[in-house]
């Protein structure tokens, strides 16, 4: 049976998620960027959470740590890479380690670059993704401690996942992501009509996120440092795909 999921938002732009298992009655929170918010999803669910998977160390996903623990009981997971830096830690996790949600499994990818040791978790079972600030709909995260190559491996692997996947983010920071794709990739038909759908959404009020896989993949420039359109308009068309993603990152912090 497929983990339920909740989404809603945190602070200003963050979002927080919830993953329930029904078969075993078990929660995850993934990342806590905000306890009252996290209080409310749980009430509104009915489901009590038994861990936190931390993605990384930023006081943005980690804030709530310890109110939660100390409410809750609950088990903190996270990189070990960044253990000293994570309050509440229990236990740390790197690329390839397997965690269960009661007979769900997780799959830990190690997916450095906005931090030297972000951690991305995969559901495959439930064909789910929580990527926090490696990857966003239509952006990736900013490259804090890591220089453009680490991050581009670190894409290349969530890229590679089931086109599918659905894939829960850190961050609504799509509409202006959205901006920026389209000025490094202005003929591409699906990110134009994404776009629009995006600025729709904003208006509303309502959540870009989740996305999936396969949609970042046809519209999420920091995945398309093979096409042949995005290659011509940046004046590199035979450059490594690694200096492409560089090239890309670097015109988005000047954007
Ligand atoms: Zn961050
Ligand atoms: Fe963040």
Not at 16 to 35: M, N, R
Not at 117 to 139: E, R
Request: with cysteine; charged share 25%.
């Amino acid at each position: 049976m497929a983990v339920e999921i909740e989404q809603f938002m945190c602070r200003t732009d963050n979002f927080g998620v919830l993953v329930h298992d029904p078969a075993s009655g078990q929660t995850a929170i993934i990342d806590a960027p905000e306890e009252g918010p996290i209080l409310v999803a749980l009430k509104r669910t009915g489901w009590t959470p038994t861990m936190i998977l931390t993605t990384h160390h930023h006081a943005d996903h980690v804030e709530a740590n310890l109110a939660l623990k100390e409410r809750f009981k609950l088990r903190i997971v996270g990189p070990e890479a960044e253990k000293a830096k994570i309050p509440g830690i229990d236990e740390t996790v790197e690329e390839g380690s397997v965690l269960h949600l009661g007979d769900e499994r997780i799959e830990v990818i190690a997916t450095p670059g906005h931090t030297a040791g972000h951690v991305s978790y995969h559901l495959p079972g439930s064909k789910v993704a929580f990527t926090a600030d490696t990857l966003f709909a239509l952006g990736c995260g900013r490259l804090f401690e890591c220089k453009p190559p680490v991050m581009y491996e670190s894409l290349k692997k969530l890229a590679a996942l089931p086109a599918e996947t659905t894939v829960y983010c850190g961050h609504e920071y799509t509409l202006a992501n959205a901006r920026f794709a389209l000025s490094v990739d202005p003929t591409n038909s699906a990110l134009r009509e994404r776009a629009a759908r995006i600025e729709a959404l904003r208006v509303e009020g309502k959540p870009t996120l989740p996305t999936t896989i396969g949609e970042e993949l046809s519209t999420n420039p920091f995945l398309r440092w093979h096409d042949p359109a995005i290659r011509k308009h940046l004046g590199m068309e035979k450059a490594g795909d690694a200096e492409v993603f560089a090239e890309i990152r670097k015109r988005k912090d000047n954007f």
